[in-house]
């Protein structure tokens, strides 16, 4: 397909109820509305195109830069077209979610989360903390740098309270995926997960909630699931 042909589906696809869902939590730049669903039919036909995949996250539509994150094999990219993505990533679900997917399969997947998570702007540091996360639930515990985890584990703990909404957000987040799928450092987790307790964060006019870490990180554990890692973590 031609990036013209996919912008051209996108917008056939679009609709003012996924519009106006998306704009509720938080989208407020171009984009037409497509169904995650829709967006993966698309996906299916264009997956490992790199070229037009870079190309659809040039477009800065949200709709088609969620599908090149999904299309984008991160391993191929390189740290400056990576660090491009998480600049221009406008919202938190391409900054939160779409981003971290693509980076947590590159290389230098920890170098750039913790370049993203050491800046001031909320949308990088949530994209940074995301990538982490989804880094640690790929990786083999004997390729992680546990001190570096623990590191992170206890900044947790010292800014959550006055970091902003996505960040505390994504680093709540980042805390249940070291309680998930780092099986040495459980109950370190688990003990960042009870001194952060409820991380209020403000959802705007959405139904989301924020998951209770200490819940989320028990639940895993009573399902036997702690340690194993997931083949993706792209959603």
Not at 3 to 16: P, T, W
Not at 89 to 107: K, R, T
Not at 110 to 124: C, E, G, I, S
């Amino acid at each position: 397909m031609t990036i013209d042909e996919v912008m051209k589906e996108l917008q056939s696809l679009g609709n003012e109820g996924t519009r106006a869902i998306y704009r509720r939590h938080g989208a407020s730049g171009d984009l037409f509305g497509v169904k995650i669903g829709d967006l993966k039919k698309i996906l299916k036909r264009i997956k490992g195109d790199q070229k037009l995949a870079l190309s659809l996250w040039d477009t800065n539509n949200g709709d088609a830069m969620y599908l090149a994150a999904q299309a984008a094999d991160g391993r191929l990219m390189s740290r400056k077209q990576l660090d491009g993505w998480a600049r221009t990533a406008w919202w938190s679900m391409l900054s939160g979610y779409a981003v971290p997917g693509v980076a947590a399969d590159n290389p230098a997947a920890f170098a750039l989360a913790m370049k993203w998570l050491n800046m001031k702007d909320a949308r990088r540091g949530c994209c940074g903390w995301s990538t982490y996360a989804a880094a640690i639930s790929l990786r083999p515990d004997e390729e992680l740098d546990l001190d570096e985890i623990m590191s992170l584990l206890r900044r947790v703990e010292s800014d959550i309270a006055h970091s902003p909404d996505r960040v505390r957000y994504c680093m709540n987040n980042f805390v249940i995926s070291v309680g998930a799928y780092v099986k040495p450092l459980l109950n370190a987790a688990k003990a960042t997960a009870r001194r952060i307790g409820i991380v209020e964060v403000d959802m705007g006019e959405t139904g989301c909630k924020v998951p209770v870490a200490t819940d989320a990180i028990s639940k895993i554990e009573s399902m036997g699931r702690v340690g194993k890692k997931r083949k993706t973590a792209k959603c």
